[in-house]
């Protein structure tokens, strides 16, 4: 891909980067009283107000549905082949899969559990599910899908299926990243599918599950060797944590012993720093997509700092979710 | 031959040092443009930036006028016995300009968007913005320097 075709988008983006929330306004964000004085502002910073809701988490959700279509449409019109976003994109893909799947064995219809955002359109996700015509899934979704039905409708074992979903979502998602020719999207990638495949061994630890359903669930990464993963994880959180202890990705274990909303965490931040650099990059498809991932990010917390506004949760315990930000 | 060769110098400063420009200038055009989308307060600012990768096809027009008058294209008095040597010598005297002008402009123009970038998320710093992209200048005027003066030493 040609990296000089991004001048104008860049120049945009550097524009729009001025709107991003920093540090010092989701502390002031923290410091709100109230879900109304949130809400406020966000609203002066020129986040979108719902007019029509029925609650205030509804509320919520609608303002970051709009935030989040604002930034996919900016991007839709700056830049022509969209596809190059599709790692973005694909968790969503894969969601829906999974909703799609298991609503074919149910006779209930749930719309809302279908996921917007991704490359495919929901309702034809869902018809190649209910008419077991995988044609119309791409390619590399095809078996995918079909083996999680068989199994979902063989097995009625849930968690199996989500695995088998789960693990080709990661592989599709390392696979965009290098095919988007973009280092940034190529690091999110491998980032994306290292801290996923940590959490994988985490799960399997405290579920109790054994060394070949661990290997089956882990997606290949590069960063991480999952062989040794899957071993260590056999063996137990102690043998876990030595293994990452020794590798790039060192710096998890205390945020593991701490929780997992702190690895969580961790994990946001690790992406967010990474694509910091892309802040002094004048012209390349980069900046596009660590503005998206920032964007993310940001609408994330928002939603963080929000929920525990409405629920009345400490302070102290929602600053220790909140992501750290681009800008 | 002799003004043949001398000719394809003085046509190489415009065209090549005129390419360099065109393409600087239509990047920083483009990011120019991308900003001004978002804040058309910067237009002038953005302008002036997006300029700064011209200069080199003025030079190469320069250079190119230069070489055409001592030649006596412009007069329509052309020496056409002229000698290889001396073609060869006025062809040399324009190189500088005109790659030093293709790569320069092509350079300004890398410097240029990014300092549109900077005028895009800090419009203080406009001055600080102009200093980046108006050190690659230097070379181009260093080429022009060597050109005019080569071909003012060539003996008529």
Not at chain 1, 88 to 112: G, M
Not at chain 1, 163 to 187: F, M, Q, R, T, Y
Not at chain 2, 71 to 76: K, N, S, V
Request: proline content about 4%; aromatic content about 6%.
């Amino acid at each position: 891909m040609s990296d000089n075709k991004y001048y104008y988008a860049v120049a945009r983006i550097r524009s729009r980067e001025l709107s991003l929330l920093n540090e010092a306004f989701i502390d002031q964000l923290l410091g709100a009283k109230s879900i109304e004085e949130a809400m406020r502002l966000l609203q002066d910073k020129g986040w979108h107000m719902p007019e029509e809701y029925t609650t205030e988490s509804d509320r919520v959700e609608k303002m970051l549905a709009a935030e989040k279509q604002k930034t996919w449409d900016l991007i839709a019109e700056l830049v022509p082949d969209m596809s190059v976003f599709d790692v973005l994109l694909i968790e969503n893909d894969y969601h829906n899969l999974k909703a799609a799947v298991k609503e074919a064995l149910t006779s209930d219809i749930h719309h809302d559990i279908y996921s917007s955002g991704g490359t495919i359109d929901p309702k034809v996700m869902n018809s190649a599910i209910e008419n077991r015509d995988f044609s119309l899934l791409p390619e590399e979704m095809r078996d995918v899908a079909e083996k999680a039905l068989d199994t979902l409708l063989h097995t009625h074992d849930g968690q199996l299926t989500d695995i088998i979903i789960d693990k080709a979502a990661l592989s599709a998602i390392n696979a965009a990243g290098k095919k988007s020719g973009s280092p940034v999207l190529e690091l999110y990638a491998e980032l994306k599918v290292a801290s996923a495949d940590i959490k994988t061994a985490i799960r399997a630890i405290k579920t109790g599950k054994d060394k070949n359903f661990i290997k089956e669930a882990l997606a290949p990464c590069e960063s991480l060797d999952t062989e040794r993963l899957a071993n260590a994880a056999n063996e137990g959180t102690d043998a876990l944590y030595d293994f990452l202890s020794l590798s790039k990705y060192a710096d998890a274990v205390p945020e593991l012993k701490r929780s997992p909303s702190a690895f969580e965490r961790w994990c946001d931040n690790l992406i967010i720093r990474n694509i910091r650099s892309e802040i002094a990059h004048p012209y390349t498809i980069g900046p596009l997509a660590a503005y998206i991932i920032a964007r993310e990010n940001e609408i994330s917390t928002v939603r963080i700092v929000l929920s525990g506004l409405i629920n009345d949760l400490p302070e102290e315990s929602v600053r220790e979710r909140a992501r750290e930000m681009y800008v | 031959m002799g003004i043949a060769l001398a000719l394809l110098g003085a046509a190489s400063a415009a065209l090549f040092a005129g390419i360099g420009s065109a393409i600087g200038v239509g990047r920083a055009g483009q990011a120019a443009a991308g900003v001004v989308t978002e804040e058309p307060s910067q237009f002038s600012r953005v302008l002036i930036l997006q300029l700064l990768p011209g200069t080199q096809g003025i030079y190469g027009l320069l250079i190119a006028f230069i070489a055409l008058s001592q030649l006596g294209l412009l007069g329509g008095q052309a020496n056409t016995s002229m000698s290889v040597g001396t073609g060869f010598m006025y062809l040399f005297a324009c190189l500088p300009m005109a790659f030093v002008g293709l790569v320069s402009a092509m350079m300004q123009s890398q410097a240029a968007v990014a300092s549109i970038g900077l005028v895009a998320k800090r419009p203080d710093q406009f001055g600080k913005s102009m200093i980046f992209p108006a050190m690659v200048e230097t070379y181009a005027i260093l080429a022009l320097l060597v050109s005019i003066l080569a071909l003012n030493g060539i003996p008529a």
